[in-house]
């Protein structure tokens, strides 16, 4: 009988491609590495992302309601707890002016009435360090620092809310719901269930917020379940929400952050793929000949194929062995490692699930990505011993079915990271659309190149070099450019996020806002908070029509985020802010001939994406009864967080001067001052609204900290794995150059001939690799932060510079390095060594 | 026409106010999102409900809605000139909201509407004053305070009295948006139709001058 495998074949092929099977087994080592562990750690992350939307929330549902709930939401809710499927706790949150014993003072607080239970999640802190639900009870209330400093009394006095007269128990150090009420007129005061009918504020004819948290048995249940509620609840009146999708402006971070790293996910396995696909490619190309010595002695494609995929198995179960060693030691050691790096209570769990899966998707990963240069085996014919190209593979009807098969793999696996099947698609489409553009574009640079009459014979050769019939360049190019685009991906969209939320919060943020500041308050104010403080003018104004068309407000107002049926603020002023740069037009305001600004509006860049405006466009005003022409001068940007005050319309100053305004000031003031400077605005000018904005802030930029660690984390790991398969690639590629050295030394080139070809060739290489990779990288970032992430996007032009910088150096280094040897070496035995 | 001061003649096509007809009566609906129309479009808040009813009654009026959202007494008492400035006959004015719920202490937005009542009263114009009642979670010694605000103006000034703006729509969930404060499209229509006799009283004072 025949035997299928020849052992000794494999064996010596095994043991005679020492550095490229290294190379191949370093690849499949580091891409199930990478993908073990960010797939795992994406695991731990999400959980400990979920742990902070859920205390910030309070519950895994929230039923909200400004009337009692309908009968036929309440009964739902009692089934749900009798059946122990739920637990559930209500609260009552509404605003009440509370006042001192004796009558002295009061203080509209933000107070809120909770059951017993409550928090489901998250937690509630007090001064004394008692538990929260010890402290609270008939009669008994904590409230929020501010209470106690602005109505001048302490722990232990009492208050008056409604009906009711409180003792005052505790003090409020941290509630972890508190965020999501960012804009919070009065400070806190819990209350226990136990009062609510006493204080008899809760009512008809008050407006309450009723709120009903449920903490679920099952947590897989939740959507399940909040679909159920939504169609019991009241459409338009009753508001059914999980945690994921609670209305608050953290929601939006939260899918961002989770989108990144599946994003991460996804570049990760995809980098794995190209260095796996370039080192088998590279390995294979330099054996063509033997496997052409080889079928001119009688072997077939299939058997050299059925050796060849086993021999790739082989060596797939080695880098997979050594991945699963690596990546429990990565994971075993990296919470010591980064213990600084990442937030502290992310739980690391190594499950074997984590590694079965990792092991699934390597294995899928390895034999989709080493198909094609396999496949090419099948069909090398013993004629490419005299041939100085690569031999093509013949497509047959089998080659596409297993394309169609491993890109359907391919899909699963993806939609699998992104959770959704429309988006699984748009991602795969673009990708693809992306290697075709760069693969065109490649081949017709190339041309265009090839066309050039290049003077100096290095250039010349150089050129010829990469152009010469069945060349490796522009598989060089592509194989290059895809991984360096995916790494720049990663920058740029970790950059963008980190740009819109993260850095949103920075220590001097502003930790006051104060509204409502009269024109003839402006001096007064002034010297009340310091000279230092800017004072905003707002004008209120509709936008009714973009040139002359109206503005569909029926269509706007059913938009989910801002809307261009809305009272707008305007302002004037003749200066760009510091944290403002112009975008479009030349200046911010064109001037007429006396050197005054005309009548024209500013806008910022991103109420002009809203309406799709742009300089030169006429915008229609009503400015409180009166209506106003103006036509678009430019259009701003911000460079600074969302905090500081911004406008989207600008006029210049003289035409909105005597218009009806208010001021608007956002002061910087250290939290323990902020009741104390609040007293005395409000003392002073009692229409002073002022919103303390200090705790919600720290808050919010502590939770961002955390999870900027977290994106850095993710984007360094995912940048250093791939910079490492780019290494292993530009080294699997080296063999070519090297044999292109060889064959200058046999036509008598000296080294220093050879070593100018190699640097232009190479730097050649380098240049068009990063220069396709920043076009792919940019448009692909811009779509994603556009498309999908809803943020705004920031080129990023220096890291990109900087990437072209890298790649070149990185290119013409490693591409010199390799080709020292070659150039030491007498031509006859490298040769005979490289076959 | 209302023209801005620093305004050169070219511009002033830009700024202006739509020139009324012949005898045609401007009334100005002021006030804060309740007048605004906060939620709906602009063809269901009040002050269009309110311009089209007295159109298709014959009444030769055109009413201006000059809303404000979020705005309190002090904010409109700062804008009084601007208002002055689209020439009303009539000015129907709903504030104090908003003071009430932010727990601005009573005396003052009483001090404010006072003071718009007298820049009204010193620019001849015929003001139908729209009472607000405070919402009870606010506390019974502020909703008092707050709630006896209006009535004082109605024998102080020659003012026209509404009691309660949001009479009949207030926390009803069937006419209130769901934050269960701002009218929606229906109850907008009863608001226009409850205001609808202050309005044609002020009307026939107008034309009775």
Redesign the interface.
């Known amino acids: 009988m025949k035997r299928v495998v020849n052992g000794r074949f494999l064996l010596r092929e095994l043991l005679y491609s020492k550095k490229q099977a290294a190379i191949y087994i370093l690849c499949v080592a580091l891409s199930l590495v990478s993908l073990i562990a960010v797939n795992s750690f994406r695991r731990d992350i999400d959980r400990s992302i979920s742990g902070d939307a859920l205390a910030l929330h309070g519950g895994d549902l929230i039923l909200h309601s400004?009337?009692d709930l309908s009968e036929g939401l309440q009964r739902a809710v009692v089934e749900l707890t009798e059946e122990k499927k739920a637990t559930a706790v209500r609260t009552w949150a509404?605003?009440?002016?509370?006042?001192k014993s004796d009558e002295s003072g009061?203080?509209?607080c933000n107070i809120k009435v909770v059951e017993n239970g409550y928090p489901l999640y998250g937690r509630v802190d007090l001064a004394s360090g008692r538990e929260f639900f010890q402290v609270l009870g008939a009669g008994k209330i904590v409230v929020g620092q501010g209470v106690l400093d602005r109505l001048g009394i302490a722990v232990g006095d009492q208050l008056q809310?409604?009906?009711s007269l409180f003792e005052i128990a505790d003090v409020i150090l941290y509630e972890s719901a508190k965020p999501v009420r960012f804009f919070n007129?009065?400070p806190p005061v819990l209350v226990s269930y136990k009062d609510l009918a006493g204080m008899?504020?809760?009512?008809?004819?008050?407006?309450?917020a009723y709120e009903t948290l449920l903490k679920m048995a099952d947590a897989t249940a939740v959507n399940t379940v909040a679909a159920q509620l939504r169609e019991r609840g009241?459409v338009?009146?009753e508001?059914v929400e999980t945690f994921r999708d609670a209305g608050s402006g953290i929601k939006h971070f939260f899918d961002n952050l989770l989108f990144f790293l599946s994003l991460i996910s996804i570049c990760t396995l995809l980098l794995a793929g190209t260095g796996i696909e370039s080192s088998l490619s590279a390995m294979l190309r330099l054996k063509e000949k033997n496997f052409a010595i080889i079928r001119s002695f009688g072997a077939t494609g299939a058997y050299l194929l059925r050796h060849y995929l086993l021999f790739v198995l082989i060596l797939s179960a080695v880098g997979i062995a050594l991945g699963i060693v690596a990546g429990l030691l990565v994971k075993g050691y990296l919470s010591v490692l980064f213990s600084d790096f990442l937030p502290q209570d992310i739980v690391f769990r190594s499950s074997v699930a984590d590694l079965s899966e990792g092991v699934m998707i390597g294995l899928m990963v390895v034999l989709f990505f080493t198909f094609l240069p396999l496949w090419r085996i099948n069909n090398i014919k013993p004629v490419v011993i005299f041939r100085s190209e690569s031999s093509r593979a013949k497509k047959t009807f089998s080659y596409y079915l297993c394309i169609v098969l491993g890109f359907s793999g391919l899909c699963v696996l993806l939609i699998r990271y992104l959770g959704e099947v429309s988006t699984g698609f748009y991602f795969l489409g673009g990708i693809l659309l992306l290697l075709l553009i760069v693969t065109q574009v490649t081949r017709l640079t190339l041309y265009f190149l090839s066309k050039i009459k290049w003077r100096r014979p290095e250039a010349r050769l150089a050129m010829r070099s990469l152009l010469r019939p069945g060349n490796v360049t522009q598989s060089i190019v592509v194989t290059l450019a895809i991984p360096l685009s995916l790494l720049l991906i990663i920058y740029l969209v970790e950059n963008n996020l980190r740009g819109t939320y993260i850095d949103s919060f920075p220590a001097d943020a502003p930790t006051l806002f104060c509204l409502?500041i009269?024109?003839?308050q402006q001096e007064a104010f002034r010297e009340l908070v310091g000279d230092k403080v800017t004072l905003h003018p707002v004008i209120?104004a509709r936008l009714i029509s973009i040139n002359g068309k109206a503005v569909n407000?029926?269509r706007e107002?059913k938009k989910r985020r801002d809307n261009l049926?809305?009272?707008f603020n305007l302002t004037y002023r003749d200066a760009l802010l510091e944290d403002e740069i112009l975008v479009a037009g030349d200046t911010l305001f064109r001037k007429d001939v006396k050197g005054e600004p005309?009548?024209q509006v500013s806008l910022l860049d991103t109420v002009a994406e809203m309406g799709d405006m742009k300089v030169g466009d006429i915008l229609q005003f009503n400015i409180?009864?009166?209506?106003?022409?103006?036509e678009v001068s430019s259009i701003r940007s911000r460079t600074r967080s969302m905090l500081y005050p911004f406008f989207y319309f600008i006029f210049p100053g003289?035409?909105?001067?005597?218009?009806?305004?208010?001021y608007f000031a956002a002061l910087h003031v250290e939290s323990e001052e902020i009741p104390f400077l609040e007293n005395r605005i409000v003392q002073s000018f009692?229409?002073i609204?002022t919103i303390n904005i200090a705790e919600a802030a720290k808050e919010m930029g502590r939770m961002m900290q955390k999870l900027s660690k977290i994106v850095n984390f993710f984007a360094a790991f995912s940048i250093l794995a791939g910079g490492l398969i780019i290494v292993s690639s530009i080294f699997a590629a080296r063999f070519e150059r090297i044999k292109e050295a060889v064959y200058y030394k046999i036509l008598g080139a000296d080294s220093r001939f050879v070593l100018r070809i190699f640097f232009l060739e190479n730097l050649l290489l380098g240049l068009l690799s990063s220069v396709f990779a920043i076009v792919m990288a940019q448009v692909a970032a811009w779509s994603l932060c556009h498309f999908f992430l809803g943020i705004p996007y920031v080129p990023g032009w220096g890291a990109s510079l900087g990437l072209v910088g890298l790649t070149i150096i990185f290119v013409v280094t490693i591409g010199l390095l390799g080709s020292i040897p070659a150039m030491k070496k007498k031509p006859g035995r490298f040769l005979r060594q490289l076959n | 026409m209302?023209i801005?001061?620093?305004?050169s003649q070219e511009?002033e096509k830009?700024?202006?106010?739509?020139s009324n007809n012949e005898g045609e009566i401007i009334i100005?609906a002021v006030g804060d999102s309740l007048t605004?129309g906060?939620?709906?479009?602009?063809e269901e808040s009040y002050p269009d409900l309110l311009g089209k009813k007295l159109k298709s009654d014959g009444y030769n009026c055109r009413v201006?809605?000059?809303g404000?959202?979020a705005?309190?007494?002090?904010?409109l008492?700062?804008?009084v000139?601007?208002?002055l400035?689209?020439n009303p006959d009539i000015v129907i004015l709903e504030t104090g909201a908003n003071d009430g719920?932010?727990?601005?202490?009573p005396e003052?937005v009483e001090k404010?509407i006072r003071d718009i009542l007298f820049r009204l009263k010193e620019a001849e114009v015929i003001t139908v004053l729209a009472g607000m009642k405070m919402?009870?979670?606010?506390?019974?010694?502020?909703v008092k305070k707050f709630n006896s605000i209006y009535p004082k103006f109605e024998n102080e000034f020659d003012i026209i009295f509404m009691p309660f703006f949001l009479k009949d729509v207030?926390?009803k969930?069937e006419l209130t948006l769901?934050?269960?404060?701002h009218p929606n499209g229906d109850g907008y229509k009863i608001i226009a139709d409850n205001i609808y006799p202050y309005v044609l009283k002020a009307v026939n004072k107008k034309q009775n001058l």
Not at chain 1, 200 to 208: A, C, F, H, N, T
Not at chain 2, 38 to 42: D, K, M, N, R, W
Not at chain 2, 178 to 181: A, N, V
Request: proline share 3%; hydrophobic share 35%; glycine share 12%.
């Open positions: 400004h009337y509404f605003y009440s002016v509370a006042r009061s203080l509209l809310i409604g009906k007129i009065g008899d504020l809760v009512k008809q004819g008050s407006r309450i009241l338009g009146q508001r409502d009269q024109k003839n209120r407000r029926g107002l049926a809305r009272e005309v009548l409180q009864g009166v209506k106003m022409e103006v003289k035409y909105l001067r005597e218009a009806p305004q208010t009692p229409n609204s | 209302l801005c001061t620093g305004c511009e830009e700024l202006m106010v739509e100005v605004a906060y939620g709906v479009a602009e201006v809605n000059s404000v959202s705005e309190t007494s002090s904010g008492l700062s804008r000139g601007w208002v400035g689209l719920l932010r727990g601005i202490d003052m404010n919402t009870l979670n606010l506390g019974p010694s502020y207030a926390m969930n769901g934050d269960g404060l």
